[in-house]
């Protein structure tokens, strides 16, 4: 893992570990079944705060900044919630599923460890492996399908800076994930079968008085996806005892300027959370 990448490049990319690859393939795979299951079963695991964020949502927004997708978002915190809510289906897929996704967070909890103990160490953040070790009910997998009908060229996913502590980008059933680096040039990020990439979020730029920076980020329609959509998944690692980015107060990060927080005073930077 080339730490030192980070704060210059603003991604890690490191080799995927055989036994998190097979496990992000196989939650991938009952995925993509649990998506074809009928509309009427999916919204019975409705996304719920109550439970810890988890559950089943239908984007259907209009306009160039509107979300256009379905995602499902797991953490160990809402296990029970969703055992108990998809026990009651009758439905195998979803069951599947649900045990698949919760199972990946112990899986990638070795390799999440690993990068917040040589960021530790390298960028001087005092105490960030426990924070994130901490942190582990509240590390939020979230599952994406991305429809068609779009255009070739088109922001499937809008730019924007992630509002947790660090975002592990686990899979990606196509190309189209660009960075913009922070030299304001979109490029391609390299998740692949072989490899996958960490990028600093909005609470690691907090926290580590802006040594490292939110790397702004989007999704790009390729010639297959505009037509036959995507599938992919990522892991928000947030950070319980650095405050959050205040949203209601600043609005949502997919409408502000692409590399909006690059360059920014650590001081203007922080007025941004919630106190």
Known sequence: MQIHQLQNQGFVALTYPPD??????????????????PTAIKEQLPYSNNADGVGYEMKRGIGNMADRK???????????????RVGKLG???????VADAVGLVACMKPTVLKFAKEAETFYGLTGFV????QSED??????????????VGEETAVAHTDQSGFTFHLFESAPGLQCLTYDGIWINMPVSAGETVIIPSMQMQLRSAGKLTALCHRVIATDYTATHGRYSAVCFVQLKNTPKYDKEMHGRLQEKKAGF???MAPQDFAKLFKS
Request: proline content about 2%; glycine content about 6%; hydrophobic content about 40%.
């Open 20 to 37: 998190l690859r097979d496990a992000v393939a196989k939650a991938v795979d009952s995925w993509k079944k649990f998506c074809e299951l």
């Open 91 to 97: 439905s195998p897929e979803a069951q599947v599923f």
């Open 130 to 133: 426990d924070e994130v070790d």
């Open 70 to 84: 379905e995602n499902f978002d797991v953490t160990t915190a809402g296990e029970g919630w969703l055992r108990e």
């Open 261 to 263: 927080n690059y360059g």
């Open 138 to 151: 509240a590390f939020f997998v979230r599952f994406i399908h991305y429809a068609g009908e779009r255009r």
